[in-house]
């Protein structure tokens, strides 16, 4: 690869091109990655280098911003990560779980945006699916009652569960049971 090659997917910000190269900007003293979204820096300022290893041989160090010292780094993907991990744990409790998806730092406008482009679905519509599956799973396999599975999936009233149940699957929880139970 020339490195003309190089200068270009480096002004383009080509995620391609990583971990295929790094560049340098001498009068930083930073190295990078082609993707980085850093200031572009003037052509005469630049070098090239096949690894990390060799531009932090060179004298150089670490981008803060595209973190080109590690293998991979891809902020947004561990937030969704962690957010969708909180979901899992916590569907249960509607205000635990709100506070721990605060103490992330990110608004829950972005945290929907993530989640939706990694998992094609809301956090709202993950947890709800997460509650129709165990409300089920419930009713089929327990003898517990309604209003004690509506509570264990995370409802705060018998009528949001069957309101919800019943949205869900054109039916109410009772019938569903019956209709669904091993005998």
Known sequence: MTQEEM???ACENNA???GIFFYAVKSTGIYCRPSCKSKK????NICFFETAGQAESAGFRPCKRCRSDLLSYQPVKDIVVKVKTLIDDMF???KELDNELHQI???QRRIAEIFKEQYGVTPLGYVNDLRLKESKK????????IIDIAYSVGFGSLS???RFFK????????????ENRKL
Do not use: C, H, N, Q
């Open 92 to 94: 249960r409790a509607k």
């Open 7 to 9: 200068w270009k997917a």
């Open 105 to 107: 730092g990110v608004s």
């Open 16 to 18: 391609s091109y990583d």
């Open 41 to 44: 820096p003037k052509r005469d």
């Open 160 to 162: 949001s569960f069957y």
């Open 167 to 178: 949205s869900k699957t054109s039916t109410t929880p009772a019938e569903f049971r019956k």
């Open 138 to 145: 419930l009713l089929i396999e327990t003898d517990s009652e």
